[in-house]
């Protein structure tokens, strides 16, 4: 009753309300009604009063009232009808026929005014800022619950509506509105999940802006609405989407670059809600990423990453996973290499976040194509690569086939020093997260082993020949040796990368122990407070940088670290106890020194060098306590304890229990070697004595050498004494009559612990010196036991030496002790040379050499030769470390030592001599090994001898490259070479080192060999050639004169203008042997790099010389020569002069006609004492004359140009009648030219 009395009373006071009141009284009766018609509920009665209401207010001055507030209370009034009319029944508007569907309005002019009105005020009244918020909300509220705007579907311009209303929702929605966000969502399901609805590509880029980056941005909980009203009627939108993206990626009908972009994030949103809204469109990705445009393939390829990483990818069909992952791959061989970078990104992020349904074969396609990349000519594409599949080992190591592990450890030797660098770090990094990281479970262990163990062999192996080894080091150290890691771990990995590790892995260890116990002896003498140490700490400094390039690129990080130990005290001890190996926390101290030198940032130099400093000085962390417990951990795998090499690294490979052992043993008198003092205080040495016996011959050897290490400490704990007695009976044994075999190794060890624990060791020095006579004077001479005697007089000489240069212990020398009389020591040293004068040196004779009936065809060790030649070599070396240990008797011009040293010194001469001929009964190599052999002592030995000017004996060397065959042994060859070079700063010898090494034939050898480090030599030798080098003329090979040419041309020095006066003055006197050596290497040797030449005449057209040269005859003189030699190098290599020479080369027919080159007649005199002369006609014509023959230019064709720039150069040195011009080799002669 309450109701209908409502429903009259608004009917009557609507009249009452025109728009022609005040605002005021308009705004108190409109709130009044509302207020009323929010009482009434919907019926036939209310309808009529509702339709009544709805045509009063929707007319044009109420929608078009100028007050806001007026408008917010019509509107509010219109949706309250509209309610009325409808009624809250889902069904009930279905229910009418088309005036219900219409609402309250008949009129369908009118309804759409009212829409769009509705439209207008939801746009400004949902404004959480607006003060009229809350009729907003509820007219939405309303419009929401009735399904009002579904009306839209009934007027005539229902599409532009539709899409204002959209558009609508779609720019007011925003984070405050809160729950209000859903109703929003409701009110669009409604609309667009009608199936009256047309969607047009207006509408569609309404729904799918939001989804861009830039709408993400700009408003993301439209972004969110977006992607929830896509799921909520995806059906419906399917083949609308599927058109706009035909549209947009085949068609390109868009001419806005911006909008091509916008579609590839659509896509990806679109995916990510449903693979099947873009299920149709993905296909059209073939036509977008086969692009010309660079931009267009990238941003395909970002997307497909995108998709392979969603959690919805798994959704989409087999069909588009087998498109998806088909387009990446292709695109890995793309054009581009931005392109192929980003693809491998993709892939290995694809691979690593495989699903287990994903079908196992696409995925092993596609690491194996991006193992394909491994070998792309673009460095970066290289690096990704490398990346790739490190991180797909750490997660999908299944999918990765052995033989990609060997590739990628074969990045390791790359030619480019930025992928070197990343393959080491990425292979450090997967090793590190396998050994220390507890989350890590790759797969299973056999598949880990067979995969990831074969790649920590080929790294440790390859390591010693990286170009960048100092690095490696540091990381190898850093990840596979990290200083926080328990020791019995540290220990275990360390054992086991040596056993698994070939001849270049242990390489590494002995090298990397070698190096750093020197530099930790340098460092502790720059901390000792000794005055001696004291006074020579900048060369304790220079020594330790010479050692340790890398330290270079810290800047001055190193020294300011030494300064820093020095000025503080407290630090420098902590130093020199962590150096002294006898802290018991590694990681804490090591911890504590780096503290003390500031933060971890790029720039603290300090911090990085004492990081290096001090992994070097306690090399692979060996302090004492990890000595003692790899002690015991070989002691149980000689015990058979530990036989399976997982028990020590996981992921080992497979070691046979017996190679274990011998690697374990080897370890173990390797770093007894070093650290001699970690072991001898151990009261369990006896553990290890039995093996000395050892049913493996290689064992017992190492057990043997791991004692004679330790032989010099082990008197001074009485613990050892009977271990000290067993040493003793078994070194003299090895010289027993009785025994057959004594080999070289058994003979050096047993001197050893005869002069450590020996109480009178000269006497059992010469028992044993008479077993070595014995030996090598028998009848029926065995090489093995002369192997073995010779060895032992060596090792002899070294043990009882009166220096430090052959001392067997690293850090102490071998003098005689307190109760040996120095005349006994004389004596001794007497008999020694007495059989190498007598003995050993009538020995060393190539008649006994029978040649081996298969030698072997490449370059093998010094143990795969015969015996016989290993005899040979083990004679020349006991023969050069005698002649170092006795250097003070021989300097002595003692009537006895004197003879030895020459004879000794004269025999190795004869033997790199005799073997650099052809001799038929040895083979290739082991003349090639007794080469290297004799040349190596000859370097290590003369340079101690230089008071007796010995150094003149090194000419040998510089006549023997040549004559050798293989790289092995040309390498070795050049780095004796090279150490002679630099042993002393004589001139002479430095020049004879550059001309043997330019002998060189093999041109990629010669420059990666020769070149590099004869560019220091070349430095030391610039001024001295430039004063000097003419006497040197006839002394130099061709090839050599030319090399030093080049080098000094391209030289630094040479272009300074400071200098250059001498350079040219150089080169002027070098002239006429310069350019007749051209002419004949030109018409003579086919196989010469005409690049020497280029250089000569680059420097002519460049200026180099003519720009400084203040000699105008001078100038005059180098630009007639190098015409010469562009002459020679036309008629030898066609064409190659055109575009260096600044004349245009013509020969003269006598030359082109005659079969015989000035060079290469028989008349032709010695080209180093030829002068040159160029005889200069007043028409600009010239002659060159070399010797009696002479090159007539009156016939050539010179440009224009080319004439008038001689002309002028003819005028501005003032040659206006003919001048005859003559280089001689003397300065007199160039003074009077």
Known sequence: MATENGGTSILSTYRSITSDLKSEDLIRLLREVVNKLRDVDGGDTKKVVSKKLAEHFAAPAFLDHPDNHVQALVATCL????????????????????????GPLSNVALLQSVLEFLIEQLHQLLNPQSSHYGLGLHIVQTMATTKAFALVFNIEEQQRVLEELVEMFFSIVSEKHGATKMIFLDILTQILGDPDIVITPRLLTILLHPLTREGQRTNPSAHNMSKDLLRNIPKGLEPCISSYFTSQLVFETSENEETRHNTLEIMLELFNISPQLVASALKHLDHHIGSNVLKDRLECVFLLGEMFVSTKFTEATAADRELLVGLAIRRLTDAEEKVRIQAVRVGKNFVCAQKADEDKARLKEFVDNIGKRFFDPVSQVRCEAIRAIAGICETALDFVPAKLMEELGGRLLDKDHNVREVCVNAICDLFHRLLYDATFVPSSTDRTRVKLGPLLQLFIDTIVAIPERASAESKFLTKLLPATTN???????????????????????EDGLTKNMLIRKLFLDILSDDPDHVKRRKDYKRKIANLCPEFGAFGTGFDELIAKLLDEKNFRELAKTFASFSV???????????KRCGNPTPTNHLLQAAKRLFEMVVPFRLTSKLCGIIFGTVAD????????????????????????????????????????????????????????????????????????????????????????????DKAQEFAAQDRDLSTASEAKYAVRILNGLSADRLTAFRQVLDWVKEVLQADEPDDIRRTAAVAAVGEMSACTAYGKEESLDKNDSFVQSEEEDPEDLETFAHDIAGVVENVMIPQLKFESMAKEKDAEEVWVEKGELSSNIQFFLASIKAIGKFLRSYRPLILKN?????????????????????SAKELKKMSDISREHVILCSARQLVRTLPKFDKLESSKEFSVLFLVMPK????????????????????????????????????????????????????????????????DGQKFAAKLPERSLLYLIHTLALSKDFKESENIRDSVAWLEKMGPAIYCLLDALVSENQQFSPGVIHVLLRLTKQGHIASHAKNRK??????????????????????????????????PEDILESERDPATAENTTDYFNTPLTVLKKGDGTVIVSIGSRSHDRSQSHDSDGTKRTRSKRSRSSNVERDDEVTIEDDDDAMDES
């Open 79 to 102: 949706v309250e009808m509209f309610r009325i009319y409808v009624g809250t029944e889902d069904d009930e508007m279905a229910s009418q026929e088309t005036q219900a569907q219409m």
């Open 487 to 509: 020791e019995q771990t540290l220990t275990h990995h360390l054992l086991y990368f040596y056993a698994c590790a070939g001849p270049n892995g242990r390489r590494f260890f």
């Open 584 to 594: 018991q926390n590694y990681g804490i101290a090591f911890d504590e020194l780096l």
């Open 637 to 728: 795998i000689l015990n058979d304890h530990i036989t399976d090499p997982e028990v020590l690294c996981r992921g080992a490979i497979a070691i046979q229990p017996e190679i274990l052992r011998q690697r374990g043993s080897s370890f173990l008198q390797l770093v007894a070697f070093h650290l001699p003092k970690s072991f001898c205080a151990s009261v369990h040495l006896d553990r290890l004595l039995k093996f000395w016996r050892d049913r493996d011959v290689d064992v017992a050897i190492n057990i043997y050498r791991f004692f004679a290490a330790c032989s010099r400490k082990l008197r001074t704990e009485s613990h050892n004494k009977r271990i000290v007695e067993t040493l003793i």
């Open 894 to 914: 003692d009537a006895y030592f004197l003879p030895v040293f020459w004879k000794a010194v004269n025999r190795l001469k004869a033997c790199i001599l005799e």
């Open 964 to 1027: 050798l065959t293989y790289t092995e042994s040309q390498e070795e060859y050049l780095r004796c070479l090279f150490r002679a070079a630099v042993e002393e700063p004589a001139p002479g010898r430095l020049l004879a080192a550059a001309s043997s090494a330019a002998l060189c034939d093999d041109t990629g050898f010669y420059k990666a060999q020769v070149l590099l480090p004869m560019i220091e030599i070349i430095k030391r030798l610039r001024k001295y050639v430039i004063m």
């Open 1114 to 1147: 001078l100038d005059t003189k180098l630009y007639t020569l190098c015409d010469f030699t562009s002459a020679l190098l036309e008629k030898r290599f066609p064409g190659a002069a055109k575009q260096e020479c600044p004349i245009q080369p013509r020969l």
